[in-house]
Each structure stands twice: as C-alpha cells, then as structure tokens.
C-alpha cells in the first residue's frame, strides 16, 4: 500500500466540476488582480472568523510582512517570535532590518512559552508573534496578558489554522492585533497557488494595510507610504471561494483521523496516550496534545499536521518511506541554529525544547480523504519497526 503525506488530487476530484466553473468564470471575465472575486472572499472569511476586516494578500509571508509594515517596524525594533517554526515568522522581521528575538517552545504543543515572552520584552520590542503551529492555538490567555501589561500589539501567525478556536466561538487569527494566514496548496484550506489573509479588527489599521497592499498608493499614481506588491489573484480567490464551506468538514475529517491514530497507537503498545510527553515503558512514540481542547468547540485543533515525536526519528522516517508511507520533518532546524541568524547571538542549548522537538518531529498523513486502512496500514508499519528494528 501506498500513503501519501498529502494528496491534494483527491480534494480536487471531489470538487472538480464547482473548481473548473469558478477558475473558467474569471478566465472568462479576465479579470485577474484584486476585484470582485477577491472582495467576495474577504467578505466570507470576515464571517467565517468572526473578524472585523480580512485583506487578501498574495501569501502567508507576504502577510506577515505586510501586518509588520504596517505596524511601522524597521531598523532597531524588536519582534518576538518563536526559534521553532516555518522559516517566514522570523525571516519578515530580518528583511524589515529589525531584531528577530528568539524565545523556546512549550514542550508538549511546540508553540510559543509565555514566560520566555515575558522575560524576552525590552523597550524596543515593537511587536509579539505566537505561531499556532500544526494547527493548535498558542496560550493566547497568557500571551495577551503579558502584552496588554507592556502594550505590545500581538501578530497571530495562523498561517497553519485557520478555523481553530481558541474558545468556543473565538477563532484564531481575530484574537490579537492581526492575524496571517496562508493559503499554500498544502494548508487545510489551499488555493492553486500562493495566497494569503491579513485580518484584524481596527478599522485604521486595516486602511493601512489596505493601502500598502498596492505600493501604498491610496488613488492612482498617488502614494501616501511605501507599500509592496501584496495583491491576491483573482483566479486563487475564486478558488478558495469554493473551497471555504468544506473547510468544517475537511477539519472534522481530520480530527477524526488524529482520533483514529491516537487509539492505534495506543492499543499497539507504541504509546501510553497523549497525555504524557516523556517516554517509558513500551512508549515508542509521542502523539500530539491538544491542549486546549474541551467539548465546547471541537476545533481546537485542526490537525494541519498530525505530528507524533521518536527518539529514532530518522531511521523512523526511512522505514516508512520504504514501505511506501509518506512523511515529513517540520522543523529540522530551529531559528537560533539558522546560518544566516548566526549574528543574533545564540548558541546550541540556548533552546532546549525547540533543539528537542527539531530532534524527534515526524509529520505523518493525516488529509481529510485518508481511509482507515491507510492508517492502520501506517500504525502497523511503526509498529513493524520498532519490532523489528528495536525489539
């Protein structure tokens, strides 16, 4: 049997004939930058999350950098940021000429230590950004907290989540300042392309934002600021206008599938349950914590990645590609031990728990369309090798 990580053909075949009429439809209109299309999505993504404004934009990144721009960071600023996460969150804040500040991870859901927040804020720092990693909400109680003492506005890269609630009914992404998302194929809702979502609910800042999306031009050839190019197509916004009323059941289908995983694992000795996050007697394998999860909103993790941790990562991962299983290592290595962030300053050791995670990470299949035979198939196959390789 063969399992991809993600197979993006299958989501396509299901919704090919409402997919083929929405791209046909802006071919046929030739209407390609910004418009109707792309203001129609704002609009539905503005309801779905339950945020004031949404500015499409041309990706995940370009969000990020926008919703700094426009926060007005540059030289001598400082942004906080998590060392362990995809490379964008740190890399907007080093192209703007600010400080990128490093913090460790929670060691049971990877996303941002609100202590290491806290203990990281000076003077300069001009902006926090917690990642929602693989689709779980960071601590955003005590994250906003620590900002609202020191008023520091807080950027949510939720690049990886969207439609993760927090709280019942709160959705990430319109909990802080701003929130960023992506649209990469790859994503629980992705487009035929690179695309992207700036949100917020202050109406001055999304004009501003607005703006900056087109080279800070506020009429025609007329620039109040220095923008960029940061326009979503509109053929990607047609896209994921059709797309974005699967997006609960797709999330429904992947928790399941997470549910799913997290029984077999257990039932085949290779883990004693999501609950605990050091390894002992028979425990092969760490699955996810959803932690802040309860029966009031049952998105409390969208399961972008379904990530389990080994200590015999590597050989792991080859296993498993040899039995025709597909995997993925997100992240191998984290900011602090980046060449190009070597003049930041920090060592090996300076971030245990990111240092830990980069170690033993292994994303498996976890898409909506995955059949129970292709999970058990994967679960048998760890199963295989720990048995085999490491009786």
């Not at 929670?106 to 990642?131: F, L, S």
């Not at 976890?366 to 058990?376: A, F, V």
Request: charged share 20%; net charge negative.
């Amino acid at each position: 049997m063969t399992v991809p990580l993600l197979d993006l053909k299958a989501q396509y075949h299901a919704l090919k004939a409402e997919l083929d009429a929405a791209v046909l439809d802006v071919i046929e209109r030739q209407h390609f930058i910004l418009g109707p299309d792309v203001e129609r999505l704002e609009r539905m993504t503005e309801e779905y999350l339950g945020v004031r404004h949404a500015l499409g934009v041309s990706s995940g990144t370009d969000a990020l950098l926008l919703a700094l721009m426009a926060l007005g960071v540059g030289p001598g600023d400082e942004v906080i940021v998590p060392t362990f996460s995809f490379f964008a969150t740190a890399g907007v804040v080093s192209r703007l000429n600010a400080r990128p500040v490093l913090v460790d991870i929670d060691p049971k859901t990877w996303n941002i230590d609100p202590a290491g927040v806290a203990a990281a804020i000076t003077e300069r720092t001009k902006a926090i950004i917690p990642v929602h990693l693989f689709g779980q909400s960071a601590d955003m109680d005590a994250l906003m907290a620590v900002a609202a003492e020191r008023g520091v506005p807080v950027i949510e890269d939720a690049a990886q989540a969207i439609g993760t609630q927090y709280r019942d009914g709160q959705r990430v992404g319109g909990i802080g300042f701003a929130g960023c998302f992506s649209f990469f194929p790859s994503k629980n809702l992705g487009g035929f392309g690179d695309g992207g979502l700036l949100t917020t609910n202050d109406s001055d800042y999304y004009q501003r934002a607005r703006i900056m999306r087109m080279h800070g031009e506020k009429t025609r050839y007329h620039h109040m600021v220095v923008g960029g190019n940061f326009r979503l197509d509109a053929l990607q916004a047609a896209v994921l206008a059709v797309k974005l009323p699967y997006l609960p059941s797709w999330s429904a289908a992947r928790r399941k599938n997470a549910e799913l995983y997290n029984r077999l694992f257990t039932e085949a000795g290779l883990s004693t349950g999501t609950g605990v996050q050091h390894y002992s007697n028979g425990n092969q394998v760490l699955t996810p914590v959803a932690a802040h999860g309860d029966s009031g909103h049952a998105d409390h993790h969208i399961f972008n990645q379904y990530v389990i941790r080994s200590e015999r990562r590597d050989e792991l991962k080859s296993w498993l590609e040899s039995k025709g299983v597909g995997t993925a290592v997100y992240y191998p290595i984290p900011f602090h031990q980046q060449e190009c962030f070597a003049d930041l300053g920090y060592s090996i050791g300076d971030f245990p728990n990111a240092e830990c995670a980069a170690n033993e990470v292994l994303a498996l299949p976890i898409y909506p369309e995955l059949t129970n035979d292709q999970i058990e198939y994967v679960v048998q196959a760890i199963a295989d090798f720990f048995q085999t390789k490491h009786p």
